[in-house]
């Protein structure tokens, strides 16, 4: 007789329920799961978009997509086999010629690539150095270099030299050790503080220039948004005259930059432009005072009132205004808000080094309140070489240069920088006049905006202005080409006040060159404003029009590239 079995089909088919059950549940979890994922990245990008259509409308979101399209395009062309290499041939012919003018060559040429086995003599070092001096330059020392060598005269080189040595081996990292440095590096703070009207309990640092001055603001409104707000998407608003130091900072510390368009005639930062850009992730404001092209000065007031009702921290450039700007009316100029008696204003930026006249490497940050200023130090308590503390991106500092500023502010005093400040801002405006009343000059250039310091610019619509630049330098005048507008930049210094007359001078003989060069174009039926041939049209003129700029980019690079070629 068979045995009887157990029924195994209502277990088995519980089981085959409970897991269909399972896998559905799991299922269902997943398909949850990715709606959600898919919800957030269609909010993310939504609201992305809607930012951008808010900031730059219609229209200006529609051009940004062709204008990217475009040089998206163009870049891939750029890379099309045959295209590629063609291009890499013209970049390394032109690299190749700036190591011609930059690198010494030929006979005579002496490099030392390796430490001498014997150490030289003072006389060997020195009568190297002389020789070093001497090498084929553009003569600042004439005052044909605009900017650049922003120098006090000759007395006051010797003082700086002579602190300097007082104080070679000096670091303020080490205050204990040299607590004179530590002295004079408080009161240049405080007295650049006290120059620019900064309320009670305002406070500075020093750095090494203007562009770590404007890193460090960029840097401490950061985290001042991420702290007090939680923001971790930072973004500045930027006229697009302001200085590129602005770009290098949302390049370091990852924070979206929003440029905003100086229009003409007045090539002032649009403030609806900027109000409309302003959203929850906007850490910072910028103006510029002025700015380092044209010399314009952005309208700070309009600015400081947007920044107030905004509640956004707001940065001024004074980097280039540095110790013309404070003085202006003292010195019987025009001048506009700029400083901490807008109470929109929470941090500025001023050279020590441009028309402070200290040495290079100089430069103040200042800010509103100490506690703005805590942003930016870095701190590691738990170190095991022991607790580090730093103001900023450097460790150690040279004391020397601190000490060569304090020298110089001490030296100048109020009144020398009023002097100054007449002379350098009087023969800037002396040659504004010279090119918008001479007519000559005017029937073909014309400057642009309205500057009120020491830096004006000029353009062309009958010239091509970048062989006027040419032209210019053929003459032996160092001055700087501009793009969006072509344009030429004068950052008027105290050498370049004694040879004004001279620079008018050479300025109509080119002009009447290249007038004479347009009318023959004209005569042999060539249209007008031939394409510019010289140095500074490679540069600006040909690259400079290009939809994408990895040419300009490759170019630069191999420029600095060339800087360290012994």
Request: charged share 20%; glycine share 8%.
């Amino acid at each position: 007789m068979a045995s009887l079995r157990p029924p195994m089909t209502l277990p088995s088919s519980f089981s085959t329920q409970v897991a269909g059950r399972k896998s559905q549940l799991l299922a269902l979890n997943i398909e949850l799961l990715r709606n959600v994922v898919f919800f957030l990245f269609l909010f993310r990008w939504s609201r992305k978009v809607l930012r951008k259509l808010r900031g730059r409308g219609i229209i200006g979101t529609v051009i940004d997509a062709y204008l990217a399209t475009r040089r998206t395009l163009y870049g891939l062309f750029l890379r099309a086999p045959g295209v590629r290499s063609q291009v890499q041939k013209q970049v390394s012919e032109a690299v190749t010629n700036l190591e011609r003018k930059l690198v010494p060559q030929g006979p005579g040429t002496t490099r030392y690539l390796t430490l001498p086995k014997e150490g030289w003599s003072e006389g060997q070092v020195r009568l190297e150095l002389d020789t070093l001096e001497k090498m084929t330059h553009t003569m600042w020392e004439d005052g044909y270099v605009s900017g650049a060598v922003y120098h006090g005269g000759k007395d006051l080189v010797r003082l700086q030299t002579e602190a300097y040595g007082k104080f070679t081996v000096a670091n303020p990292i080490h205050p204990d050790v040299f607590p004179g440095v530590r002295k004079m590096e408080a009161e240049v703070v405080a007295m650049v503080l006290a120059m620019f009207n900064a309320p009670a309990g305002g406070a500075g640092v020093s750095t090494s220039g203007g562009t770590e001055s404007i890193l460090m603001a960029c840097f401490s409104a950061r985290q001042k948004a991420y702290h007090e707000r939680g923001v971790t998407e930072p973004e500045i608003v930027v006229p697009e005259t302001a200085h590129a130091a602005f770009r290098k900072a949302c390049a370091y510390f990852k924070i979206h930059l929003h440029l905003v368009a100086c229009p003409a005639p007045e090539y002032k930062v649009s403030i609806p432009a900027v109000s409309r850009l302003i959203n929850a992730n906007t850490i910072l404001l910028v103006g510029s005072a002025p700015n380092f092209p044209h010399g314009i000065m952005d309208d700070m007031s309009a600015l400081s009132r947007l920044a107030v009702r905004k509640k956004l921290p707001l940065h001024v450039d004074c980097c280039l205004g540095s110790f013309l700007l404070p003085f202006l009316e003292k010195a019987g100029f025009e001048s506009e808000p700029f400083d901490f008696r807008l109470r929109g204003i929470t941090s500025l930026s001023c050279d020590t080094h441009k028309y402070g006249f200290a040495p290079k490497g100089n430069s103040v940050l200042l800010y509103r309140t100490k506690e703005l200023r805590t942003y930016q130090y870095f701190i590691s308590p738990d170190w095991s070489g022991g607790v580090y503390a730093s103001v900023g991106l450097a460790g150690s500092r040279p004391g020397a240069l601190i000490a060569g500023c304090w020298a110089s502010l001490m030296s100048q005093g109020e009144s020398g920088y009023i002097s100054a400040c007449h002379s350098i801002v009087g023969c800037a405006k002396n040659l504004e006049a010279a090119i918008r009343d001479t007519p000559c000059l005017s029937s073909d250039l014309s400057i642009i905006g309205h500057p009120l310091v020491s830096t004006f610019a000029f353009t062309s619509s009958t010239l091509n202005i970048y062989d006027v630049a040419d032209a210019m330098s053929a003459k032996g005048w160092h001055l700087n080409a501009l793009q969006s507008p072509p344009a030429i930049h004068v950052a008027v210094t105290l050498p370049m006040v004694a040879v004004a007359e001279t620079l008018i001078a050479d300025l109509i003989a080119v002009v009447e060159a290249e007038r004479e060069k347009e009318r023959v174009r004209l005569v042999e039926g060539k249209g007008k404003k031939g394409s510019a041939k010289g140095d500074t049209a490679a540069l600006y003129g040909v690259a400079g029009s290009l939809p994408n700029k990895s040419v300009v980019v490759d170019l630069a690079a191999g420029f600095l590239d060339t800087l360290y070629k012994a």
